[in-house]
């Protein structure tokens, strides 16, 4: 079993930039790869990046890759993501999701789910 809880969201304005951080329980999170997506209100849930277990590989949405990057610390069964030059469109609500692969990542399953950190970006 793993617990995925999420931590770093606020408001800031078109420019800034935020960290947001996943951690988990569970002995086997490490194992896991890891991926962020977000919701906007109204909005179907979109894919934002995920990291393999061991963070040799990552993937990222067209729309952030740039501008985001995905990293881990197993030692701390962590996943952060960083987000640079923030823009209003990147408002919503990201979650951390674990699964097996990126590929499930990618096709939108997952194993386990956080409950969401909410990110608002003024303009």
């Known amino acids: 079993q793993v617990l995925l809880v999420e931590s770093g969201g606020g408001l800031v304005q078109a420019g800034d930039s935020l960290r947001l951080s996943c951690a988990a329980s569970?002995?086997?999170?490490?194992?896991?790869?890891t991926g962020w997506f977000r919701q906007a209100s109204g909005t179907e849930r979109e894919f934002v990046a995920a990291i393999s277990w061991g963070g040799s590989t990552t993937d990222y949405a067209d729309s952030v890759k740039g501008r985001f990057t995905i990293s881990r610390d197993n030692s701390k069964n962590t996943v952060y993501l960083e987000m640079n030059s923030l823009k209003p469109e990147d408002t919503a609500v990201y979650y951390c999701?674990?699964?097996?692969?990126?590929?499930?990542?990618?096709?939108?399953?997952?194993?386990?789910w956080g409950q969401g950190t909410q990110v608002t970006v003024s303009s």
């Open positions: 569970g002995r086997t999170f490490s194992t896991y790869a």
């Open positions: 999701a674990a699964a097996p692969n990126i590929a499930l990542l990618q096709g939108y399953v997952y194993d386990y």
